[in-house]
């Protein structure tokens, strides 16, 4: 086995950046990887992998309402369209697996990347999809699962341990049939401590308009910060930047090496609790503000456990404001999480051991 394609969710940049510490342990154990992506996601890639091809591919472009009113109304619409995503990645992949001669496929996330021929592997930490309802959760598991036992096998990205840090999201009762290997928690940075430039650190991320619409309460409220401020706002293909105060440092992207050493200069950090930043902050022992996107129960559960386990401050969208929250998080007594952290050198291990089962 020596060719190995692996495909993101294009859902935010957090199933690509996921990927980085996957795609760096295959490079290590001397596979030829192919990436599949478009859009910021593939640029993201491109720069942290530039002798790596990129296969473009179709996303699957879920968008959010501006109101969380008519949110449930707009996923619904996009159902049509989720579904022929997943037709369309699967006649894409079929193609590519005879044209790249693929010996592999890993997806995060991206439910038509299996094949009948050759071995095909799903990252999620969503095995239980939350919903308001038990009833409604239910009904997500078994079509979650119908997709999810398609794969040869299934890498959880979480301590198996319990509750692990997604809790019930990556330890649910029941498990889908196929193999369920956990790979403990995927991060790009390595620990290397910093002095302190910033003291607060924002990180925007997620699908659109609500990247945008915290970003705009942001930017509206960020005149009360009189200490240095970074704003990363997670957009590697624009080129303006918004005008701030001057303590505040805006920039639209900052690659893997550089964004790794501004988290950690950095004293605080506010960002959503999408659960690939989630594991890199941990990682690096951060203090974290998380501001959940709305409506999206996945966040909203993780950023009710970090708050619980004290390893972060969790606020509502609505009612955030920048400054009370800061004074906030300076009288919160954080714990230290211990974490497991993946090990890249163990790639080619976890890979023999998802076929061999």
């Excluded at 090496?257 to 902050?281: D, K």
């Excluded at 007594?333 to 023999?352: G, K, L, M, P, R």
Aim: a positive charge; hydrophobic letters at 45%; charged letters at 15%.
């Amino acid at each position: 086995m020596h060719k190995i394609l692996v495909v993101p969710l294009d859902w935010g940049l957090g199933h690509a950046t996921r990927c980085i510490p996957i795609i760096n342990g295959l490079l290590q154990q001397g596979y030829q990887v192919f990436i599949g992506a478009e859009g910021a996601q593939a640029a993201l890639l491109q720069q942290a992998f530039p002798a790596l091809i990129i296969l473009p591919i179709k996303g699957y472009h879920i968008q959010y309402s501006r109101n969380k009113w008519s949110m449930p109304i707009k996923i619904l619409v996009q159902i049509p369209q989720i579904i022929r995503a997943i037709w369309h990645e699967q006649q894409w992949l079929k193609d590519i697996v005879v044209k790249e001669q693929i010996d592999l496929v890993i997806s995060d996330n991206r439910y038509g990347l299996y094949h009948a021929s050759i071995p095909s592997i799903f990252i999620t930490h969503q095995l239980t999809i939350k919903a308001p309802f038990v009833w409604v959760e239910n009904i997500l598991r078994r079509i979650n699962y119908s997709f999810i036992n398609r794969f040869t096998a299934c890498w959880v990205p979480d301590m198996a341990m319990l509750p692990g840090v997604a809790g019930v999201l990556s330890h649910p009762l029941q498990m889908p049939a196929v193999p369920v290997l956990y790979l403990n928690l995927l991060s790009r940075f390595i620990s290397q401590p910093q002095p302190i430039k910033y003291s607060i650190c924002i990180l925007l991320s997620g699908p659109e308009p609500q990247r945008s619409i915290l970003e705009e309460k942001l930017l509206s409220a960020i005149h009360q910060i009189n200490e240095p401020v970074l704003l990363v706002r997670g957009k590697p293909l624009e080129n303006t930047i918004p005008t701030v105060p001057l303590n505040v440092t805006a920039v639209n992207h900052l690659n893997t090496q550089q964004l790794g050493e501004a988290i950690q200069q950095s004293e605080y950090i506010i960002c959503r609790s999408g659960y690939t930043t989630v594991m890199e902050l941990l990682s690096l022992k951060k203090k974290m503000l998380v501001i959940p996107t709305p409506l999206q129960t996945e966040q909203e559960y993780i950023g009710e456990e970090l708050m619980k386990s004290k390893l972060a401050l969790c606020f509502h969208q609505e009612s955030f404001n920048i400054l009370t929250a800061y004074t906030q998080a300076k009288k919160f007594q954080y714990h230290n999480s211990n974490v497991v952290q993946f090990q890249e050198t163990n790639i080619a291990q976890i890979i023999q051991q998802s076929l061999n089962i």
